[in-house]
T-cell receptor, first 114, second 114 residues
Framework: AQTVTQSQPEMSVQEAETVTLSCTYD???????LFWYKQPPSRQMILVIR??????QNATENRFSVNFQKAAKSFSLKISDSQLGDAAMYFC???????????FGKGTRLHILP | DTAVSQTPKYLVTQMGNDKSIKCEQN?????MYWYKQDSKKFLKIMFS???????INETVPNRFSPKSPDKAHLNLHINSLELGDSAVYFC?????????????FGQGTRLTVV
């Protein structure tokens, strides 16, 4: 079964510091996508970053970057220079390329301490 | 222009009633979804449609009936509402198949059954 596991239900980080959110997934597929979504209190789901499994290079979007370890099936999100606006639920998600289903982890609630 | 819009944003109704949530996307995507987010923030796929055809039905009670009049619309009708149906329901869309990408989400409908 395809599963996505986020082992940290909650995390806190000081403003301007760096934080890493963990995600592991279980799959027998070789062609897939991984995502991190952010859900602020407004409840809107916002895509933060995307990684194609066939790419070895880790994706980066401004202050957000991932550490994709395909063999270990690990996909962590690093947020640098944390800002108050980064406070939100963060969801790791997975999609097989040939499939129409996106599977989500249970989320990590991130608190930013001023 | 809102990419994925769903109405209403809030819905409060009594047990036993029937209600509908509407969803429209203007992204030209082939695939649309309904997700349910429970009180613990867990996001679970309910249905997936591709070009108006049902692709995924994740063991959802048959009180829930999705309808897709065209590939830009996917509505969700719920019969005989129960207290346990209270949740946030998200509509989403994505491109299908090879090169499939992330899902774009609507703003969610918070359903409260009293």
């Amino acid at each position: 079964a395809q599963t996505v596991t986020q082992s940290q239900p909650e995390m806190s980080v000081q403003e301007a510091e760096t934080v890493t959110l963990s995600c592991t997934y279980d799959t027998s597929e070789s062609d897939y996508y991984l995502f991190w979504y952010k859900q602020p209190p407004s409840r809107q789901m916002i895509l933060v970053i995307r990684q194609e499994a066939y790419k070895q290079q880790n994706a980066t979007e401004n202050r957000f970057s991932v550490n994709f370890q395909k063999a270990a099936k690990s996909f962590s999100l690093k947020i640098s220079d944390s800002q108050l606006g980064d406070a939100a639920m963060y969801f790791c998600a997975y999609r097989v390329n040939r499939d129409d289903k996106i599977i989500f982890g249970k989320g990590t609630r991130l608190h930013i301490l001023p | 222009d809102t990419a994925v819009s769903q109405t209403p944003k809030y819905l409060v109704t009594q047990m036993g009633n029937d209600k509908s949530i509407k969803c429209e996307q203007n992204l030209g995507h082939d695939t649309m979804y309904w997700y349910k987010q429970d009180s613990k923030k867990f996001l679970k796929i309910m249905f997936s449609y591709n070009n108006k055809e049902l692709i995924i039905n994740e063991t959802v009670p048959n009180r829930f009936s999705p309808k897709s009049p065209d590939k830009a619309h996917l509505n969700l009708h719920i019969n005989s509402l129960e207290l346990g149906d209270s949740a946030v329901y998200f509509c989403a869309s994505s491109r299908q198949g090879a090169g499939g990408t992330e899902a774009f989400f609507g703003q969610g409908t918070r359903l409260t059954v009293v």
